[in-house]
């Protein structure tokens, strides 16, 4: 597939998410996906990100691919957020699979199973339930254990522990997950057939909490208590180091792309509301509404410069695409604060769609890497970029 094919997946999408948009109203109110949802976003070929080119797919590497993806799920965020969301798992868990260059010198064995996943992921959803209750976000604080299967199989292992934040969790087909293996360094990734157990406990997967979030509230991101629970050991913590850079620049400018999305929807609420207003607005909300503005219009400069940084120098602009995250994240939860003010009280009633994208907008400051590990990250680098 080449650059026309990702222009065709994302023109199918804006119809759906014209379509989503203008069930706002309903949509804010679930606690729960709509599977109908994701047949339409199948249909549409978003499947697709998770395959190469080279097979039928849309991944090009990070540089040819990064804008059409993050457009890809900025457009379905102004139809849906949590949908939105969700589906962006997909591609971002999919790039520890796709980093075709970085792991061409890897064993023989991890390859082709590398090429199971990608066939699966033609037509079957990925998600993450990675994050664990006390690590903060930090994949190497994992304390799930993994132990191995006694059927021989070298990748058949099963885990134990408790994970939360589970997003698409009973939508997804396959997520990856985190474990440690007695004896290894660092945890090791794996990947559970999830879609059907049940949540029960009665194969090893007890539904622990279910998702109660204030924002991006019907994205399913449940807790769970993990037993012995089937798992298939794919990327070991050697092979991680190599493939994580990659997910960092992808999954962070994912991520603030749905939360770009959020703040397309919001001013152009906004905008729509002060129609015949701006003029008579007192002094403090001319000021709050020029305030608003900059930060999206800052916002929008980081993005795209993140995303200039990455079609430039690719796997390099690691650095570039976790400032965008935390500015992006910063900004717009002030400007949306701000944009509130200005639309007045009636903003802050549950009917107005307005409340409720103040809330999904602050998910991407907790989505991985969260602020705090996400500034110590930022800490630690190389800041010579200014
Ligand atoms: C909307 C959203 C979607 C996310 N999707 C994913 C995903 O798909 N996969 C993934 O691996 N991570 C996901 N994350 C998690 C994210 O990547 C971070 O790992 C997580 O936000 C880290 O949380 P923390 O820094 O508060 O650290 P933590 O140390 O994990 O602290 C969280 C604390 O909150 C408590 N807690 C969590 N949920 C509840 C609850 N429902 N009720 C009461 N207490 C609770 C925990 O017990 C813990 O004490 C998502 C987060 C958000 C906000």
Known sequence: MNRENSQSVIKNLQAISATFAKDTAERQTRRELDPADFEQLAEAGFLLTGVPAEQGGLWRGIAESVRDY???????????????????????????????????????????????????????????????????????????????????????????????????????????????RKGAEGPDLFYLKIKDEPWDGSTGCTLASAWDGIGMTATQSHAFRFENFPATKTITSELLGKVSPITAVIGNLLFAAVAMGIADNALSFAKDKLKGKLQNMRAYERIEWNRCRNEIWLAQQAFEGAVRAAEASGVSAGQAAIRCKITVSELLESALTKMSIVVGGASFAKGMPLAQWNQDVRALGFLRPPLPFAHDLIFDMDTDDI
Request: glycine share 10%.
């Open 70 to 180: 993050t457009t890809m799920v900025r457009t379905l965020a102004h139809g849906d957020p949590c949908v939105a969301l969700v589906a962006t798992m997909h591609p971002a868990v999919m790039v520890y699979f796709l980093g075709c260059e970085q792991v061409n010198d890897a064993p023989q064995a991890w390859l082709a199973q590398r090429q199971s996943v990608i066939e699966l992921a033609r037509n079957h959803w990925w998600g993450t339930v990675t994050s664990e209750p006390g690590s903060g976000g930090d994949m190497l604080k994992t304390k799930t254990a993994a132990k191995k299967s006694a059927d021989g199989i070298d990748t058949s292992y099963t885990i134990s522990g408790n994970k939360h934040f589970g997003s698409g969790s009973g939508h997804a087909d396959y997520m990856i997950t985190t474990a440690r």
